[in-house]
């Protein structure tokens, strides 16, 4: 079975700090991992996903994510915090023959001034 | 201008009653699924389909039902045996069933008991 622990329900930062939401697996098949965010009220964006290949994925708004397998972790990284960057962020992962798409709790992010 | 929209925003329930909540999508997917979101709790999987007429149970099937007549709808009807059902429901859709896939979400329906 997968699943998907994302450490730190809420993360404080200040604008223009560096932001880093994390994310370990479990999967006993390669997974394929994802970020999306959530705005109050609002739907999931994806943000970025790995599947194969460069283990550094780039993603929209400035995000990035580094597949590690030795740690079986997936962190989300960002430079430079802005105002705007405050939602709540999911972790997931698909793997297995029945290609499910597992979530973690979620990581709340504020951003203050 | 594709995407998936879901109806109502915001749905009330009274005791013993059934509601339907409504999902479409025009980006031409085979595969579309059903969400409960609970705050701190993540997202659980209620029903998923892979093609028209074929529809599987997620982990928290218990007090609901769907239906997909059509590729573009895939309705969801949370029955009165469903006894906690306020919750903040997203649906979503993606190309095909597979791994990798990445799955597209409508704005979500909040519901609410009465």
């Known amino acids: 079975a997968q699943s998907v622990t994302q450490l730190g329900s809420h993360v404080s930062v200040s604008e223009g700090a560096l932001v880093l939401l994390r994310c370990n697996y479990s999967s006993s098949v390669p997974p394929y991992l994802f970020w999306y965010v959530q705005y109050p009220n609002q739907g999931l964006q994806l943000l970025l996903k790995y599947t194969t290949g460069a283990t550094l994925v780039k993603g929209i708004n400035g995000f990035e994510a580094e597949f590690k397998k030795s740690e079986t972790s997936f962190h989300l990284t960002k430079p430079s915090a802005h105002m705007s960057d405050a939602a709540e962020y999911f972790c997931?992962?698909?793997?297995?023959?029945?290609?499910?798409?597992?979530f973690g709790k979620g990581t709340l992010l504020t951003v203050n001034p | 201008d594709g995407g998936i929209t879901q109806s109502p925003k915001y749905l009330f329930r009274k005791e013993g009653q059934n509601v339907t909540l409504s999902c479409e999508q025009n980006l031409n997917h085979d595969a579309m699924y059903w969400y409960r979101q609970d705050p701190g709790q993540g997202l659980r999987l209620i029903y998923y389909s892979q093609i028209v007429n074929d529809f599987q149970k997620g982990d928290i099937a218990e007090g609901y039902s769907v239906s997909r007549e059509k590729k573009e709808s895939f309705p969801l009807t949370v029955t009165s045996a469903q006894k906690n059902p306020t919750a903040f429901y997203l649906c979503?859709?993606?190309?095909?069933?597979?791994?990798?896939?990445?799955?597209?979400f409508g704005p979500g329906t909040r519901l609410l008991v009465l």
């Open positions: 997931a992962v698909s793997g297995g023959s029945n290609y499910k798409l597992t």
């Open positions: 979503a859709s993606s190309i095909r069933r597979n791994l990798g896939e990445t799955q597209y």
